[in-house]
T-cell receptor
Framework: EPEVTQTPSHQVTQMGQEVILRCVPI?????FYWYRQILGQKVEFLVS????????KSEIFDDQFSVERPDGSNFTLKIRSTKLEDSAMYFC????????????FGEGSWLTVV | AQKVTQAQTEISVVEKEDVTLDCVYE???????LFWYKQPPSGELVFLIR??????QNEISGRYSWNFQKSTSSFNFTITASQVVDSAVYFC??????????????FGEGTQLTVNP
């Protein structure tokens, strides 16, 4: 069964460092997403991406975050200068279409900022 | 704004008991979609079901069943004859339809289900 894959599964980084989280969405999907889950809390939407541009972003997704689809398969989330409060599980997700289509999640990348 | 409320933070049952996880939602959209996801201890989010606002038929899949009631804005999830492997956090989520800005999911706080042997 096709799945969303994410790397790394766990990363520890120093505060102020840049981090890139990588994802390979399901191959025939057109919409890509990043969500975040701080330990013990609910899952929060960060950004959606379609046709090589951001289609929607939340208030969490400020200037220190960026997303990119550098080639035909990868989708990345960059955090420019990490803060302690960026420590969380980051989920990449994809869906075939928009408008309520089922969103499939990867296994997550656990980011620890020290 | 959309909102999902899962009032039960934690539920603990003994194996083979039936358990119902509650989900109440708020939305102004006439077309919307409801989801349940399972998050086992390993951390991934596993899709369980998707329902659109026009389809109020209850659904059964093995030991899982879902009761969608538009009149009470609820989408409850029942596990029949629970098993230890059902232990996980369960999230209810809501997204808009074509009328709104897209399919961003709004999640509830989650219910931690523990099934004891």
């Amino acid at each position: 069964e096709p799945e969303v894959t994410q790397t790394p599964s766990h990363q520890v980084t120093q505060m102020g460092q840049e981090v890139i989280l990588r994802c390979v969405p399901i191959s025939n999907h057109l919409y890509f997403y990043w969500y975040r889950q701080i330990l013990g809390q609910k899952v929060e939407f960060l950004v959606s991406f379609y046709n090589n541009e951001i289609s929607e972003k939340s208030e969490i997704f400020d200037d220190q975050f960026s997303v990119e689809r550098p080639d035909g398969s990868n989708f990345t989330l960059k955090i420019r200068s990490t803060k302690l409060e960026d420590s969380a599980m980051y989920f990449c997700a994809s869906s075939e279409r928009d408008g309520g289509n089922t969103i499939y999640f990867g296994e997550g990348s656990w980011l620890t900022v020290v | 704004a959309q909102k999902v409320t899962q009032a039960q933070t934690e539920i603990s049952v003994v194996e083979k008991e039936d358990v119902t996880l509650d989900c109440v939602y708020e939305t102004r959209d006439t077309t919307y979609y409801l989801f349940w996801y399972k998050q086992p201890p390993s951390g991934e989010l596993v899709f369980l079901i998707r329902r659109n606002s026009f389809d109020e038929q209850n659904e059964i899949s093995g030991r899982y069943s879902w009761n969608f009631q538009k009149s009470t804005s609820s989408f409850n999830f029942t596990i029949t004859a629970s098993q230890v492997v059902d232990s996980a956090v369960y999230f209810c989520a809501l997204s808009g339809g074509w009328e709104t800005s897209g399919s961003r999911l709004t999640f509830g706080e989650g219910t931690q289900l523990t099934v004891n042997p």
